[in-house]
């Protein structure tokens, strides 16, 4: 870290210390004391206290050092850098949950209608029965409403702007009801409505007992701009790979 001095570069731990500590992390999981030995001009060997750090430890310590320093003013960087990386990673990995669970929903809605097809019930009877699903997910909010509640765009299906876990809430209750329909032998728009209302219900009492209301989660961005631009990244980086095979 461009220090000469043990003692100057213990000053900069020492911080890199507080620092741990202040964020309610064990000081001691991150900077252990060992002992190691050196060699000395004569040719004898001596121990001489020294730090083991994890990269965090690493962190700390580039944070609190002297940016004038080179090394420091690189370390710096790097940690800058991996940072935004990580960041980038672990958002593109949320985006693609969330477009698998749409996709997934659209799946399971499509099974169910399937099914109930089957059963008396024609389109509008599934679009009727959908709607009392998200009246009974949503405490009362039907579909329209938490449309205008969210000022989803006329037109767009209210599950593209909903956070992952409400998608995954609704596919549950779908995937539920497509279960129960064929264990119970429901048939009929009455039957099937009753019961697809029942498990949304369910499901939303789970929410609410870990106090997460559904309708009051803020809406997300439109799924379909987030798969464009996944499919534009991977697109991105194939040709940079190639470029580079080329090179």
């Not at 000081?27 to 990269?55: C, P, Q, W, Y």
């Not at 059963?119 to 205008?148: E, N, P």
């Not at 209302?197 to 379909?224: F, H, M, S, T």
Request: net charge positive.
């Amino acid at each position: 870290m461009g220090y000469a001095e043990w003692r100057n570069f213990l000053k900069v731990i020492t911080k890199a210390k507080a620092a741990c500590e202040n964020a309610d992390v064990k000081v001691t999981d991150h900077f252990v004391e060992v002992n190691k030995m050196v060699e000395l001009g004569s040719g004898s060997r001596r121990e001489v206290d020294d730090i083991a750090l994890t990269r965090y430890a690493c962190y700390l310590i580039a944070q609190n050092g002297d940016s004038a320093k080179s090394e420091i003013s690189f370390a710096q960087t790097y940690f800058a850098v991996q940072t935004r990386k990580q960041e980038i990673i672990e958002q593109r990995l949320l985006d693609v949950d969330r477009v698998i669970a749409r996709d997934k929903l659209t799946k399971s809605e499509k099974k169910l209608s399937g099914i109930i097809y089957e059963r008396g019930v024609d389109d509008r009877g599934f679009a009727l029965i959908r709607s009392k699903g998200d009246q009974a997910l949503f405490g009362g909010y039907s579909t329209s409403d938490m449309k205008r509640k969210l000022m989803i765009p006329d037109g767009r299906p209210l599950a593209d702007f909903l956070p992952t876990l409400t998608i995954k809430a609704k596919d549950f209750a779908t995937e539920l009801t497509s279960h129960n329909v064929i264990e119970k032998d429901l048939s009929g728009a009455n039957q099937i409505s009753n019961e697809h209302v029942e498990n949304n219900v369910a499901v939303r009492k789970i929410l609410i007992e870990r106090g997460v209301k559904p309708e009051a989660l803020p809406p997300a961005k439109d799924v379909k701009k987030v798969q464009r631009k996944l499919d534009g990244d991977e697109r991105k980086l194939l040709k940079d790979i190639k470029k580079k095979k080329k090179g």
